[in-house]
């Protein structure tokens, strides 16, 4: 096989077979087809797109190229939720406990990354305590036992999408379905999960800008996921403002710990029960959508979910005094309030902006040498579509510095308030089961 052929062969819009797909990623990963031909290869797929069937194949040979995580050894058909990536997205804290709540097996992998924030991982380190590094074995072992735990990224996980993505970023190939839907899924399929929920975001804070494309995105992954045995729903979620209240480390698991016990933000407690009922119906728990979100919605009310919440956190070192005393958490040293300028409706408040301040306050990692201050960040008192008067605080900012002139600036800049209605946005605007 030559590698000048397949280029060519795609570049005229044919389909390519499995051993040809096979062929450029296994080259690739072993340095034996060079960086150019690659991507003049990616070049040809963002413009000629890809067939299902490649899509799947890519999808696959990306997974075979490095490590995959055996699961085997849990009972039960093991659910992993993924998310696109958005500003102060709570789910994962809530939904681990949830779902579990529920008798859902959820192994957990999860990165540090960067962002806005911390990833998942940062977030629950600010339990006093808690920790992520177990063996291999606990981390069967207490999955097995409580249904949930989370364990840090280890392992030689699909070397080609890195090495793919490296290259995409460096020659405008990005942005393209079938590239980024197959980077995702052979993630989350090489870490070894059965069953997948996505929560494909769109907005201003969202990787997927426009709905169209959010939607595009969220077929494409769903249909590799059921081509190659993995039981795969998707949600599509509103990204223009952060979701809840919170942005923030601390911030972030105090607001997890209020919807856990059914005291959240509307918005999130109903994206964790949108996302967390596709989650028990793949797992097997649940007939359909209806029933397992009334299971979810008694374990909310119960205490049971959180309850779960607390087991959790004992189980891997935390303090789980923090469920009942949120105050234990870390504490930033000032507490500033952002008063509106004007009276009338906030039309916007734009997600991303929103995030680039919350890291201005240290909440997220510009680079993977930066250190995180857990305890910053926002916690908004108004969202799109309520009315605010002059002088109301619209948020409260968590500081460890006294002077946050710089992110009082970059506030005002994304919060538009005005004097019109304003209708609040759509929160779900897709679900996808089969
Ligand atoms: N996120 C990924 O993991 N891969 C992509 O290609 C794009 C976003
Ligand atoms: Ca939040």
Request: proline share 3%.
């Amino acid at each position: 096989m030559r590698m000048y052929d397949i280029i060519e062969k795609k570049r005229n819009g044919k389909e390519l077979t499995k051993e040809e797909i096979n062929f450029f990623i296994d080259g690739y990963t072993n340095n034996n087809i060079p960086d150019y031909q690659i991507s003049a290869l990616l070049m040809a797929i963002y413009f000629q797109d890809m067939t299902a069937a490649e899509r799947a194949n890519l999808t696959m040979a990306m997974v075979e190229s490095g490590d995959q995580i055996d699961l085997s050894a849990i009972e039960g058909i093991k659910v992993d939720k993924h998310s696109t990536g958005g500003v102060g997205d709570t789910t994962t804290l809530i939904l681990a406990p949830l779902v579990a709540s529920a008798d859902v097996p959820l192994a957990k992998m999860s990165g540090r990354g960067l962002g806005h924030t911390g990833g998942t991982i940062d977030k629950l380190e600010s339990v006093p305590g808690f920790h992520v590094e177990i063996s291999n074995d606990e981390f069967i072992n207490l999955v097995n036992k409580n249904k949930v735990a989370v364990i840090g990224q280890s392992g030689n996980l699909t070397p080609a999408d890195k090495k793919l993505y490296s290259l995409r970023d460096v020659t405008a190939t990005v942005n393209s379905i079938p590239l980024i839907a197959s980077s995702i899924m052979s993630k989350k399929i090489a870490s070894g999960a059965d069953g997948i929920v996505l929560d494909v975001k769109t907005g201003t804070g969202a990787f997927m800008k426009n709905l169209e494309d959010a939607k595009s995105l969220a077929h494409a992954m769903v249909s590799i996921g059921n081509q190659v045995g993995r039981n795969t729903m998707a949600v599509i979620s509103d990204m223009s403002q952060p979701l809840g209240f919170a942005i923030g480390n601390a911030l972030e698991v105090k607001e997890a710990i209020d919807t856990l016990k059914g005291n959240g933000p509307e918005d999130l407690t109903e994206l964790c029960l949108t996302l967390g009922s596709q989650m028990v119906v793949v797992a097997g728990k649940a007939e359909n959508i209806k029933d397992a979100r009334e299971i979810l919605q008694k374990n909310l009310k119960n205490g049971k979910a959180f309850d779960k919440f607390k087991e959790f956190l004992i189980s891997q070192g935390g303090d789980a005094s923090v469920a009942d005393n949120p105050e234990l958490l870390p504490q930033a040293s000032y507490k500033i309030e952002l008063p509106a300028k004007t009276s009338g409706t906030v039309a916007e408040l734009v997600a991303n902006e929103i995030g680039t301040a919350a890291m201005m306050l240290g909440a997220g990692r510009a680079t993977k040498e930066s250190k995180i201050d857990l305890s910053v960040g926002i916690v908004l008192h108004k969202k799109v579509g309520d009315s605010v008067t002059e002088g109301e605080s619209l948020l409260t900012i968590y500081s460890n510095r006294e002077s946050v002139e710089d992110v009082i600036k970059k506030l005002h800049q994304s919060i538009t308030i005005k004097n019109a209605d304003v209708k609040e946005p759509s929160l779900i605007y897709d679900t996808i089961t089969e």
